[in-house]
């Protein structure tokens, strides 16, 4: 609800030693934030009653006490919704953004940033996606998802979209999926899953969790992966998780199933970014962004976010 948040005005911080104050530019909304604001545990701590909450930035160096980040640098960092804030050389997911001529800079926090990072880790790093192979992705018309589908098309994989409307569906196969599939018009999403892929599935890319993976598992093939980047289904009602009854077949059929976190993947995140540019500058990877501007709109592209009622990347302009 928008009553839940509260604009702050604070003192403007003063870099210390080895640090610098950032300018935001570009805000990223992101479900992982939903269980940011649970008082459970984490992959992060949670975020405190009445303190800024957490995301990822990207912004501007406005000033600085430290010499590899001057003044004018751009910089993507794990932050918080502040319009300045410090960070540090060794902050969570610090990267200079270099914006190439032409390109948009709130792409750097879409495909050519953390959403294009995510995928590419998790179907390629996790999943081990190859060429041949059949990907089935949730939560398709997405940030993540839609990115995720037209990066295994280009890396020559078969892809199926799972959404939900039809107008999600238009909108990925207008991107090159294969097949998408509305679950919200589809009494048995497993009958349909099977019947686009009748030899199974190598990589299920989940988003979603609960009982769209109950009902995929099943239809995995022989050593399939199961890429565990999220589960949203969930992050609305986490004291009642959905408890999946088709572990089994992980047995079964010798499937791997792993969660990630994309920035525990730093070795990779160089080759993944140079693809990236490459898949974009080429025409593969078309980015979809849902933008917002106004600093004071975050907690409203938000809740519009965890409506599900977003296409592409979810983004707020500063
Ligand atoms: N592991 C990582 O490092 C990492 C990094 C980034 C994101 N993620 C995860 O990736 C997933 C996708 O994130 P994203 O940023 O790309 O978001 P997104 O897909 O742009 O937006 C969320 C979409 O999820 C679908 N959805 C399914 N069940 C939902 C529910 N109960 N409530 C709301 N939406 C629901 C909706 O699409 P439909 O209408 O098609 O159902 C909605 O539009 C999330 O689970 C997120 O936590 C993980």
């Given amino acids: 609800m928008p009553e839940d948040f509260q604009l702050a005005q604070a003192e403007m911080p003063e870099p210390g030693d080895g640090e610098f104050l950032v300018a935001m530019r570009v805000g990223s909304v992101d479900p992982a934030i939903r269980g940011f604001l649970d008082d459970r545990p984490s992959y992060i701590e949670p ?20 010499p590899d980040y001057p003044v004018g640098t751009l910089v993507r960092a794990f932050a918080t919704w502040q319009d300045h804030f410090i960070l540090s050389g060794d902050s969570w997911g610090l990267e200079k953004v270099e914006q190439q001529p032409g390109t948009d800079l709130h792409h750097y926090m879409g495909a050519l940033g953390p959403v294009g990072l995510t995928a ?79 030899d199974g599935v190598d990589v299920y890319f989940d988003n979603v969790g609960g009982e769209m993976l109950e009902a995929i598992l099943p239809l995995m093939r022989l050593h399939g992966r199961v890429a565990v980047c999220g589960m949203i289904g969930q992050y609305n009602d986490a004291d009642h998780p959905y408890g999946v009854r088709t572990l ?6 010798r499937i791997r199933m792993q969660g990630f976190i994309t920035y525990d993947y730093p070795h990779v ?50």
């Fill in 47 to 66: 975020v405190a009653l009445g303190a800024p909450i957490n995301g990822m930035s990207l912004g501007e160096v406005v000033a600085s006490r430290n």
């Fill in 120 to 198: 590419w880790v998790g179907l390629f790093a996790v999943g081990e996606a190859k060429a041949g192979e059949t990907v089935l992705v949730s939560a398709a018309a997405g940030a993540t998802g839609s990115t995720v589908g037209q990066i295994a098309k280009a890396r020559g994989c078969r892809v199926i979209g799972i959404v939900g409307s039809a107008q999600k569906a238009d909108v990925i196969r207008e991107l090159g999926f294969d097949a998408a599939i509305d679950y919200r018009a589809t009494p048995d999403i497993a009958v349909e899953v099977a019947r686009h892929a009748p």
């Fill in 248 to 253: 089994w077949q992980l047995v079964v059929n």
């Fill in 269 to 318: 995140l160089a080759e993944a970014q140079a693809e990236l540019d490459q898949w974009v500058a080429a025409g593969k990877l078309r980015p979809l962004a849902n933008l917002r501007d106004g600093f004071e709109n975050l907690p409203a592209a938000f809740i519009d976010l965890m409506s599900g009622r977003t296409i592409g990347k979810t983004l707020v302009r500063i």
